[in-house]
Each structure stands twice: as C-alpha cells, then as structure tokens.
C-alpha cells in the first residue's frame, strides 16, 4: 500500500504564496497519478490538480488554473502544491491522493483515487 503525508499548511495574507508538499512511502512504484483536492467548511471535496507519474503534464481546475502548480518534489517521492496569489476563497483542507491503477479517465474525481493523505490546512486571510 502507499501511504500519503501533506504538509506546509499554514495561515497566510491574501496575495501570498505557499507550497505544500505530499511525502509518498510504502509502495510508490506501483502509483500511476497523484492528485490534490481540497475541502472548505459546508463545501464538497473539490479538485485541485493532478500529475500522472509517468511523465504526463499537470492539469487544474479552473478555479486555480494560472495560480497553482503541481510539480515533481526535489525529495524522493514527493510531489508538490505551489500555491500564488492565494485568495480567503482558497481556504481549505487540502489533502493528497494516489491512484495505482492507469486510467483514460481525467483525474478529476476523488472516487478515482486509492489513497489519500490526512490534510493539512490552508487558511488565508483578507
């Protein structure tokens, strides 16, 4: 199995940047995409980004698109959130997930994902 920790969550102002890094362990050649989703109070999960591992270019939704970046980490089997000109609406949990098996699906869906990370939270502030 893989297993998932997020971090670099913290308070920010409006208009800064953060990047948030996801720590894979366990059984990371087996992973075939890693996704970010994020989670706001009262609010559904919703999707972030995703990066498929096998040299695939990130994708975002929209609502970050321009703003965020999904990157390969410089530490073994990582992957990174940068995060730019953060906004209060981006306040959330975010959370990383792993999908083991290749899909022609769009990464989109949280149900697409095996394993997913406990969070950590992004709180910006006006």
């Known amino acids: 199995q893989v297993q998932l920790v997020e971090s670099g969550g913290r308070l920010v102002q409006a208009g800064d940047s953060l990047k948030l890094s996801c720590a894979a362990s366990g059984r990371t050649l087996d992973s075939f995409a890693m996704g970010w989703f994020r989670q706001a109070p009262g609010k559904e999960r919703e999707f972030v980004g995703a990066?498929?591992?096998?040299?695939?270019?990130?994708f975002y939704a929209d609502s970050v698109k321009g703003r965020f970046t999904i990157s390969r980490g410089n530490a073994n089997n990582t992957v990174d959130l940068e995060m730019n000109s953060l906004q209060p609406e981006d306040t959330a949990v975010y959370y990383c997930?792993?999908?083991?098996?290749?899909?022609?699906?769009?990464?989109?869906?949280?149900?697409?994902?095996?394993?997913w990370g406990q969070g950590t939270q992004v709180t910006v502030s006006s």
């Open positions: 997930a792993a999908r083991t098996k290749p899909t022609l699906s769009v990464l989109a869906r949280s149900t697409l994902y095996d394993y």
């Open positions: 990066i498929t591992l096998g040299g695939g270019r990130p």
